[in-house]
């Protein structure tokens, strides 16, 4: 079956660049603006390997670092978070191991799962619907959502449940919709439904 080519004119192309432009520097720009918040901290905390009782008043730098560990990471996550969000929390622990735990750092996880939501948007409208203009509306609709902007500017895992969540929703449609009557799903796309199901929900519970 010959697959129909969507042409995406030079205006479009403007629009679309315009549109990402202004979207990542709203999702990274000034991202220390505001000090984190309650469940932020507990975000941190969690990654860190740290429960509320696991640092005595005064410490050392090898103290804190010894509590560092994956162990920790996962005894802290279940104990604040009742097990919650351990795939972000994870994820969190390895890039504040390379990045550090200041407030961009710390957020800018979120900020890039934000931005990769966008080229998900894009790419699954453009691919189904095969309508560039209206892949370019859902892009832009995503990427001036308040609700999505402020999912992108926190250390908290809502960011990364969003986009697992909306790949898994792909996979989903091509394991029902995408075959003729009488056919069979193929294997690949219900594997990566099973990822990406697991990995949202691995983010959040709610998902």
């Known amino acids: 079956m010959r697959k129909t080519q ?4 030079p205006q479009q192309l403007i629009w679309l660049a315009c549109i990402f432009a202004v979207a990542i520097v709203i999702r990274t720009f000034n ?13 941190i905390r969690e990654a860190h390997g740290l429960t509320m009782q696991a640092l005595p008043a005064y410490f050392t730098s090898s103290q804190f670092e010894s509590l560092n560990t994956i162990s920790n990471v996962v005894h802290a996550n279940v104990v604040l978070d009742g097990g919650n969000g351990i795939f972000y929390i994870l994820q969190l622990h390895f890039w504040c191991k390379l990045f550090g735990a200041t407030d961009v750092a710390v957020r800018m996880l979120s900020a890039l799962y934000g931005i990769a939501l966008l080229f998900s948007v894009y790419y699954i409208a453009k691919k189904k619907f095969k309508i560039p203009a209206l892949a370019i509306g859902a892009t832009a609709v995503a990427a001036f959502h308040p609700l999505l902007i402020m999912y992108a500017r926190e250390a908290r895992p809502y960011a990364a449940a969003t986009f697992y969540t909306i790949w898994s929703s792909y996979f989903l449609f091509h394991c029902f919709f995408s075959y003729q009557p009488n056919s069979k799903p193929h294997v690949v796309n219900i594997l990566f439904y099973i990822v990406a199901t697991l990995a949202a929900l691995l983010c959040h519970y709610l998902t």
């Open 6 to 9: 969507v042409i995406v004119t």
């Open 31 to 43: 991202l220390d603006a505001t000090a984190t918040w309650c469940d932020e901290k507990f975000s």
